[in-house]
């Protein structure tokens, strides 16, 4: 599986304990179907950060049933861009190495 691992700066607290690990998988078409029947067709930062939610694989200990848009707004911000960055990291592992260097020239 293609995955993106990290530790956010300052963590999420849930059940009394700061989580800082996390793993990320790439986009899925589920998790955009998924995120649009929460938040409709508009694109803003619900929608984002049900998006989001659905890729994050692990949160530190915290279940995934429990990782939520709702949850992901407790986030710092710089955390929210930590995961932003794994995101864009993630989904650059899955082109071909050609198309990176197609890319970046």
């Not at 949850?71 to 990176?100: F, I, M, T, W």
């Amino acid at each position: 599986m293609i995955e993106e691992n990290g530790e956010l700066y300052g963590g999420l607290e849930w059940g009394g304990k700061v989580h800082k690990a996390f793993t990320l998988r790439p986009i899925k078409v589920i998790d955009t179907v998924t995120a649009t029947e929460k938040c409709g067709e508009k694109r803003n930062l619900d929608f984002e950060l049900e998006l989001l939610a659905c890729q994050i694989v692990t949160l530190g200990e915290i279940p995934k049933e429990a990782i939520n848009a709702e949850l992901l707004k407790q986030l710092y911000d710089a955390d929210l861009g930590r995961l932003q960055e794994a995101r864009e990291a993630v989904e650059k592992k899955l082109k071909p190495r050609s198309e990176d260097s197609a890319t970046s020239a």
